[in-house]
C-alpha cells in the first residue's frame, strides 16, 4: 500500500492535477520515457509517462471509442488501418471490432510499452496481439510513414503531447508523410489535446493540415482524465463529405458492424463536430494561417 502518495500532473502550467494512489503496480525508466503505473480510487489503473496521464482504466473506453469508429465509419470502407502509437493497444481493441477491417497495421517506438500493456490493461486489450489481423511493428512512427510502400484508409495517430519523442508527430513532416500513404479519401485523425488549454497546439495542427489535406477540421470528446474540458480530435481528409456522413449512414453502418460501445453513437459522432464557438476560432485561426 501506498497511503498517502499522490502522483502529480503538471502539464498545464498553473494548474496541477493530483491523483492520488492507493498502490503503485509499477515503476520504470525505459529507453524513452519514466513510465509509472499506479491505482485510484475513481480511475483505477492509472498510466503516466513523464509525469503525464496516458490513460486510465476508468474512462479509456471514451477516448479509444471517438478516436476509432468516428473515422471507420465515416470512411465506410477502410480495410487497412494504421495506428501510430498507441502502445497501450486499446485502440487496437477498438479498431478491430470492425470486422471490415482486413488488416492492421500499428507502429510504436518503445516496445516495452506494448509489453507492459499485454501484462496490465488486460481490462482493454485482450485477444489484441493474438488477431492475425495485427501487425506490430517495432520503430518510429514518422521514419515508418516517410518509408512505408503501404497504403492505408484511415491513419490514427494515439501520441503523447507534442513534446519529447511525440513532438515530431506534430510537425508537418509528418502529417505529409501521412498524406503520401493514404489511399485516395483516406483521413487522418490525430489527439490534439484540451483546447482550453492548449489551444495553440490545435491552431498549428489546422495550420499544417491546411497545407497538405482539402480538409481539415477537428472534432471533440469529454474525458474525464483529460483535465481542462472538451479534448479535440484532429480531422485531416481530401473528401470533405466524409465528416458530413449522414446520421441515417452512420446508423446502418454502425448496425452491420454488429458491436456494443458505451460512448459511441452515430448521433454522438455527427454531433462531435458541431463545434463550441472557442474551439471553432481555433480551427479557423489554423486554416488562415495556412
Known sequence: MSSGLKFNE?????????????????????EHQDLVLFTNPVFGKVLMLDGITQVTTADEFIYHEM???????????????????????????????????????????????????????????????????????IADGMKFVAETDRRFDVVIVDSTDPQGPGAILFSQDFYDSVHRCLTPGGVLVTQNGVPFLQRQ???????????????????????????????????????????????????????????????YTPEVHAAAFALPRFILDAVEEGRAKA
Request: charge should be negative; glycine fraction near 8%; include cysteine.
Open 10 to 30: 503538471t502539464l498545464h502550467p498553473g494548474v496541477e492535477v493530483s491523483y492520488s494512489c492507493e498502490d503503485i503496480l509499477y515503476q520504470d525508466r525505459t
Open 67 to 137: 478516436m476509432s469508429h468516428v473515422p471507420i465509419l465515416a470512411h465506410g470502407a477502410a480495410r487497412n488501418v494504421l495506428i501510430v502509437g498507441g502502445g497501450d493497444c486499446g485502440l487496437a481493441e477498438e479498431v478491430l471490432k470492425h470486422a471490415s477491417v482486413e488488416k492492421l497495421t500499428q507502429v510504436e517506438i518503445d516496445a516495452s510499452v506494448v509489453e507492459f500493456s499485454r501484462e496490465h490493461f488486460g481490462e482493454f486489450n485482450t485477444g489484441v496481439l493474438d488477431d492475425p489481423r495485427f501487425d506490430l511493428v
Open 201 to 263: 497546439e490545435l491552431v498549428t495542427s489546422i495550420e499544417r493540415f491546411s497545407k497538405t489535406y482539402a480538409d481539415a477540421a477537428a472534432y471533440i470528446a469529454a474525458i474525464p482524465t483529460y483535465f481542462g474540458g472538451h479534448m479535440a480530435l484532429g480531422w485531416a481528409s481530401d473528401n470533405a463529405e466524409l465528416r458530413k456522413t449522414p446520421v441515417a449512414v452512420l446508423e446502418d453502418r454502425f448496425k452491420a458492424a454488429e458491436f456494443k460501445t458505451r460512448y
